[in-house]
DNA sequence: GCCAACGTTGGC
DNA sequence: GCCAACGTTGGC
């Protein structure tokens, strides 16, 4: 089982939106990048954990864990004219999009802020592409070593 | 609001 | 294939 961290943007679509969505589960559209297209279409798997990122906000950080609840499939709002991430090069015969339905699994007890994320850059979290100046993924794979490691900070 | 870093586009 | 221009991301 692979663990990952996605990003999103809480004024757009936050943990909280989540919560209440039915069945706690909803579709991970929208995202238009061919890295994190590749890891949704390619390599996550039903079962897989990932973070919860919130991105845009006074304190980025992780703020829950959510699951992998289907494989990697084509994205429908790419296809739709009036939808705010509509690609007209995308078209269901040939789509280039894909997104991977996720659920909510727990709120972490406390946010773990990208700041003290970054106070392990250069020893347990060194390599994690988050905590690397300039990053922009918004969907990155996360070790098992990492996983457990940013895990452990939620009582600290 | 600023701006550095990045990914994409398109002319050549 | 190169690379300048552009638009976007996202921390601060």
């Given at each position: 089982m692979a663990h990952w961290l996605l990003k999103s943007e809480p004024d757009a679509f936050g943990i909280e939106n989540l919560k209440n969505r039915r069945n706690q589960t909803e579709p991970w559209d929208g995202v238009r990048n061919y890295q994190a297209r590749n890891m949704m279409r390619d390599q996550m798997q039903v079962g897989d954990l990932g973070f919860f990122y919130h991105s845009n906000v006074k304190e980025p950080g992780i703020v829950g864990i959510i699951e992998i609840v289907s494989a990697g499939h084509p994205d429908p709002t790419a296809f739709?004219?009036?939808?705010?991430?509509?690609?007209?090069?995308?078209?269901?015969?040939?789509?280039r999009w894909y997104l991977v339905d996720v659920r909510f699994v727990r709120d972490l007890k406390r946010t773990i802020s990208l700041s003290e994320l970054k106070d392990h850059a250069d020893d347990a979290?060194?390599?994690?592409?988050?905590?690397?100046?300039?990053n922009r993924l918004s969907i990155m794979p996360v070790t098992d070593q990492q996983w457990e490691f940013i895990l452990g900070l939620e009582n600290g």
């Open positions: 739709d004219p009036h939808a705010k991430y509509y690609d007209p090069k995308s078209d269901p015969d040939h789509p979290l060194a390599g994690f592409p988050l905590v690397r100046k300039g």
